[in-house]
């Protein structure tokens, strides 16, 4: 465990996403507004280290925000013979004329 409290690792938490153009983005100035594709009961997306591991809900607790997991997302599984799949329902890496490698 004492290796554990030496790791570092940057959490983040994703409250929605928003697609615009470049030059867009370049106009914005300080007290821009960007409207984001979500809604206040939305799930959002908890990061570590830029990879999906939970899903959440946002909690409003007086002038406090926090947020509180609802699922924990696994890693997919992987099948280890070297070639053949990658993930769960996953189609053959290599097909020839519809014939996996």
Known sequence: MAVLEDLKVDLSV???RSHMPLHMLLRMGRGAVIELEA???DMVEIL???HPIARG???VTGNRIS????ELIRKAEVLRTPGITIGEGSVPILEMDGEAA
Do not use: C, K, R
């Open 14 to 16: 994703v409250l929605g």
């Open 39 to 41: 809604t206040e009961s």
């Open 48 to 50: 570590a280290n830029d």
């Open 57 to 59: 809900q946002i909690v």
């Open 67 to 70: 947020v509180e997991v609802t």
